[in-house]
């Protein structure tokens, strides 16, 4: 099927998807519903080895981004490694939090959900809920960071290691 209206990401190009990581548009696809003809992006998300069908008109609604350019990643990269201020005892509050701070999807959210939870998970273990989030931030950071800095997932996740006990 041919597309002929205007989309802002293109076949083969790398995008995030807020919470489920790095993902590539393999084809943009018209299907027909009742009467209307809509435009989806076909994404392939590795990390999860899934494809999603994502309506052209709603992706950015849904965060759907470009991965950050090189001095992006490097910023979130040194943002990890800063000061922070210390975030709320109670995990119920601190998960809500965080989990609202992934949804929005940026890098620097993301980046600011790793370092706060690396360091609570130093002064006390953390709730599974949450080690799961923590778990799932630094895999989407890693992602984007070595998508962006063109980096092997392997090194960037030992730059932010290092980053982190710096």
């Known amino acids: ?5 205007t989309t802002e990401f293109g076949v083969d190009q790398r995008i995030v998807y807020p919470s489920q ?4 548009i393999v084809e943009i696809q018209e299907k027909r519903f009742k009467e209307t003809s809509v435009l989806y992006y076909i994404i392939y998300l590795e990390f999860s080895d899934m494809t999603v069908m994502v309506p052209v008109d709603k992706a950015r609604d849904l965060g759907i ?10 910023r979130a990269l040194e943002f990890i490694a800063e000061e922070y201020a210390p975030i709320p005892s109670d995990w ?5 939090m965080n989990l609202d701070l992934l949804k929005k999807g940026s890098v620097m959210d993301i980046a600011s959900v790793v370092r706060s939870l690396f360091h609570r998970s130093k002064i006390k273990e953390l709730p599974i809920l949450e080690r799961k989030l923590y778990d799932s931030a630094l895999n989407l950071l890693q992602d984007e960071v070595s998508f962006s800095l063109g980096k092997p997932k ?10 982190l006990e710096g």
């Not at 099927?1 to 209206?5: A, C, D, G, I, Q």
């Not at 119920?92 to 809500?96: A, N, V």
């Open 1 to 5: 099927m041919s597309v002929s209206k």
């Open 21 to 24: 990581g790095v993902g590539r």
């Open 65 to 74: 981004r470009p991965i950050v350019p090189t001095a992006e990643a490097e």
């Open 92 to 96: 119920k509050l601190r998960y809500q």
């Open 154 to 163: 392997d090194d960037v996740a030992e730059m932010i290691r290092a980053k």
